[in-house]
């Protein structure tokens, strides 16, 4: 609840992308987005406790049943996995990979 700014401004990261590839293609300007699942951010560890306080479950069914339920691995997505995915986008040196949005989540987009 409460996320309408959160999630406009990540809709409005994907429409920046695309226009940022699209005008800066002719002086090789790529722009891409990488849209991590669940990271155990401060903003994340803070939301633990609340849902499990609104859920009336422990913290633990929290990760488990509700964060990372559908993650193929039930793991986090961590920083390295994000840095993976930015190298690979910094490593790509053609145009064919630009305006691109790429979910590092562990399968988590996948519900």
């Given at each position: 609840?409460?996320?309408?700014?959160?999630?406009?401004?990540?809709?409005?990261?994907?429409?920046?992308?695309?226009?940022?590839?699209?005008?800066?293609?002719?002086?090789?300007?790529?722009?891409?987005?990488?849209?991590?699942?669940?990271?155990?951010?401060?903003?994340?560890?803070?939301?633990?406790?609340?849902?499990?306080?609104?859920?009336?479950?422990?913290?633990?069914?929290?990760?488990?049943?509700?964060?990372?339920?559908?993650?193929?691995?039930g793991?986090?997505?961590?920083?390295?996995d994000?840095?993976?995915?930015?190298?690979?986008?910094?490593?790509?040196?053609?145009?064919?990979?630009?305006?691109?949005?790429?979910?590092?989540?562990?399968?988590?987009?996948?519900?």
């Amino acid at each position: 609840m409460l996320k309408s700014a959160y999630v406009t401004a990540k809709h409005g990261l994907i429409g920046l992308c695309k226009t940022v590839a699209k005008e800066g293609g002719k002086y090789k300007i790529r722009a891409n987005v990488i849209c991590p699942g669940f990271v155990r951010t401060p903003l994340v560890e803070k939301q633990i406790p609340e849902q499990a306080a609104a859920l009336g479950i422990s913290e633990d069914d929290v990760i488990k049943k509700v964060m990372l339920k559908e993650t193929v691995d039930g793991e986090f997505t961590t920083v390295q996995d994000v840095a993976e995915v930015a190298l690979l986008f910094a490593g790509f040196e053609t145009n064919a990979l630009t305006g691109q949005s790429l979910v590092v989540s562990h399968g988590w987009f996948m519900q």
